[in-house]
């Protein structure tokens, strides 16, 4: 899955499960650890990567074992900072949301990424559960990942995730409009 795919499925999913409890619209400030936490993993295994640290793109951060120490650091960094704002500051608003976003985000590109070899019919799903599982190299990963999205995106009507980046789109603006 690309980015925008990561951004567009996390968005769709982390709205469900905010109007499913709330029966409101995702707040805004929660975006963005919602998008942090969509991209997080390629973030850092794409270019450690490229660098040579790692063997393979979909590695230490797409584990499943990383995914639970790195939502538990953002959990406990939330509550750590609970008393540190007023009530009514934007920045005790975002400690409220921030952990639900970004683990959100973050639990959403691994599913992103387990789709499309679960639905293939690849063995390829062993990357979440690095260092148990030994991965093997990449050829893409050879190439300098923002190299990769610049020759990704220069056409952006043969996106795979097309369809699912319009929905996401779709639904926020009806969002939007749905509770002015």
């Not at 704002?85 to 992103?112: C, E, I, K, N």
């Amino acid at each position: 899955m690309l980015p925008l795919g990561h951004a567009a499925l996390a968005y769709l999913l982390y709205s469900g499960h905010v109007l499913s409890r709330t029966y409101r619209r995702p707040r805004y400030l929660a975006l963005v650890p919602l998008a942090i936490g969509s991209q997080f993993p390629d973030l850092v295994d794409k270019p450690l990567a490229y660098l040579g640290v790692l063997t393979y793109g979909r590695s230490l951060a797409h584990s499943v074992f990383t995914f639970v120490l790195v939502s538990g650091v953002v959990w406990w960094g939330a509550t750590a900072l609970q008393t540190r704002w007023p009530d009514t500051s934007w920045q005790y608003r975002l400690r409220r949301v921030a952990p639900v976003a970004f683990t959100s985000g973050y639990l959403s590109h691994l599913l992103g990424d387990l789709y499309g070899p679960a639905v293939g019919g690849s063995a390829d799903v062993r990357f979440v559960l690095y260092p148990i599982y030994a991965i093997p190299r990449a050829a893409g990963d050879d190439i300098a990942p923002w190299i990769r999205l610049v020759r990704i995106y220069r056409d952006m009507g043969a996106h795979p995730q097309l369809e699912l980046i319009l929905l996401a789109f779709v639904v926020f603006i009806g969002l939007h409009f749905w509770e002015k």
